[in-house]
Nanobody, 119 residues
Framework: QVQLVESGGGLVQAGGSLRLSCAAS????????MGWFRQAPGKEREFVATIRWSGGNTYYADSVKGRFTISRDNVKNTVYLQMNSLKPEDTAVYYCAGKEGVIGVYDYWGQGTQVTVSS
């Protein structure tokens, strides 16, 4: 099993920055891809960004491209999401997720961390 714990959420003004962290523990060697997702009130959960543990290939949702950066520290087993130029529409609960394969559903999820951007 793998456990994922997010941190770093909070309240920030529009235009500000936050960095989210996702610490992975347990059988982390099973992880192949890590992702960040978010869910705003009354909306479905949506994809934000993804990264491969090996190679570091990244992919972003159009809504965050150029503003958010996903990265990983293989030694610390931690994935980060640097969020710059935040907008009120970025307000959501942000979830870290991991999966063991390239395709298919995500196998592991964190508990989420709240990000609130005030206008």
């Amino acid at each position: 099993q793998v456990q994922l714990v997010e941190s770093g959420g909070g309240l920030v003004q529009a235009g500000g920055s936050l960095r989210l962290s996702c610490a992975a523990s347990g059988r982390t060697f099973r992880l192949y891809v890590m992702g960040w997702f978010r869910q705003a009130p009354g909306k479905e959960r949506e994809f934000v960004a993804t990264i491969r543990w090996s190679g570091g290939n990244t992919y972003y949702a159009d809504s965050v491209k150029g503003r958010f950066t996903i990265s990983r520290d293989n030694v610390k087993n931690t994935v980060y999401l640097q969020m710059n130029s935040l907008k009120p529409e970025d307000t959501a609960v942000y979830y870290c997720a991991g999966k063991e394969g390239v395709i298919g559903v995500y196998d592991y999820w964190g508990q989420g961390t709240q990000v609130t951007v005030s206008s």
